[in-house]
């Protein structure tokens, strides 16, 4: 089946750009969604369809997806930014995917 | 605004049966696909099922395969899953969420999500 890499933790300074991203076998034929999730919270759509935004998410957070590795991007890190964010997509033969998850740290 | 309230969770033994309920609300349920995923104490999201807005098409994740079924009910605007054969590992918080967007066929991503119910399995 496949499988989405994803960095275990990223870190990164307030007012500053995080870059989490999500590796694949040509991840950049696919859509690829992301998802932030807070603590005691359940989770959040911010990216779909590789670089679409739901409404009311901030323009801070984009994406990107191309060759074997999707990222999303957010612009000046704000201390309530500080979540697990996923990634998923759906393939024909797995179906819905998620990655492992990345920690980001507001520093 | 869009509300999703699941119920049914709680603790239950290995090998029994439970079904989870998601009450829909602020939206017109009958046009949008729902998934169910889960979440283990501590671990990542593992998406579980998902059924289209009319009931015709239904996808499991090869862990529940022929032990979840995922449900509807328009009428209702209620989603289900029935979870038979339970096994320790089904342990998790089991999110129902809707598609982005009307009448996809399986292939939308969620974006609203429930708060989740607990299903703790357990001798």
């Known amino acids: 089946s496949y499988v989405l890499t994803q960095p275990p933790s990223v870190s990164v300074a307030p007012g500053q750009t995080a870059r989490i991203t999500c590796g694949g076998n040509?991840?950049?034929?696919?859509?690829v969604h992301w998802y932030q999730q807070k603590s005691g919270q359940a989770p959040v759509l911010v990216v779909y369809?590789?670089?679409d935004r739901p409404s009311g998410i901030p323009e801070r957070f984009s994406g990107a997806n191309s060759g074997n590795t999707a990222t999303l991007t957010i612009s000046r890190v704000e201390a309530g930014d500080e979540a697990d964010y996923y990634c998923?997509?759906?393939?024909?033969?797995?179906?819905?995917?998620f990655g492992g998850g990345t920690k980001l740290t507001v520093l | 605004q869009v509300q999703l309230v699941e119920s049914g969770g709680g603790v239950v033994q290995p090998g029994r049966s439970l079904r989870l309920s998601c009450s829909a609300s602020?939206?017109?349920?009958?046009?949008?696909?729902m998934h169910w995923v889960r979440q283990a104490p501590g671990k990542g999201l593992e998406w579980v099922a998902v059924?289209?807005?009319?009931?015709?098409?239904?996808y499991y994740g090869d862990s529940v395969e022929g032990r979840f079924t995922i449900s509807r009910d328009n009428s209702k605007n209620t989603l289900y899953m029935q979870m038979n054969s339970l096994r320790a590992e089904d342990t998790a918080v089991y999110y129902c969420?809707?598609?982005?967007?009307?009448?996809?066929?399986?292939?939308?991503?969620?974006?609203?999500w429930g708060q989740g119910t607990l299903v703790t399995v357990s001798p």
């Open positions: 969420a809707k598609d982005v967007a009307k009448n996809c066929a399986g292939d939308c991503p969620p974006d609203y």
């Open positions: 602020g939206f017109t349920f009958r046009s949008y696909g």
């Open positions: 059924i289209t807005y009319d009931g015709s098409k239904k």
């Open positions: 040509n991840i950049g034929s696919k859509n």
């Open positions: 369809d590789n670089s």
């Open positions: 998923q997509m759906w393939d024909r033969s797995s179906d819905w995917v």
